[in-house]
């Protein structure tokens, strides 16, 4: 079974940036979409942002969108997400989420079928 195993969390002040991949496990997986949801303690998981690998387009969640951009290698189906200006706000787990098909709509979990085991982002005040 393909994973998807994401890297590059880690604590950063209020203001700061971090940079956050997501690989699959098997460089032949060609999902049509990869992205991000994250999840804070007692809340539900939230969409991020993901790329349509059709024509490379992203859509990012309101709560982040100006300040998180997504990228990615359309070969390898790797992707990035730059996350600048940070928040307490965004301190969670963030997930890397893939889907093999065009069902479903992007912002919702039920949507992906491989998830990664998260990697927890901390802002601090």
């Known amino acids: 079974q393909v994973q998807l195993v994401e890297t590059g969390g880690g604590l950063v002040q209020a203001g700061g940036s971090l940079r956050l991949s997501c690989a699959a496990s098997e460089r032949t997986f060609r999902p049509y979409a990869m992205g991000w949801f994250r999840q804070a303690p007692g809340k539900e998981r939230e969409f991020v942002g993901r790329?349509?690998?059709?024509?490379?387009?992203?859509f990012y969640g309101d709560s982040v969108t100006g300040r998180f951009t997504i990228f990615g290698d359309n070969a390898k189906r790797t992707i990035w997400m730059q996350m600048d200006s940070l928040k307490p706000e965004d301190t969670a787990v963030y997930y890397c989420?893939?889907?093999?098909?065009?069902?479903?709509?992007?912002?919702?979990?039920?949507?992906?079928?491989?998830w990664g085991q998260g990697t927890q982002v901390t802002v601090s005040s």
């Open positions: 790329v349509r690998w059709s024509d490379g387009s992203v």
């Open positions: 989420a893939a889907n093999t098909n065009s069902s479903g709509r992007y912002y919702r979990t039920t949507s992906y079928a491989y």
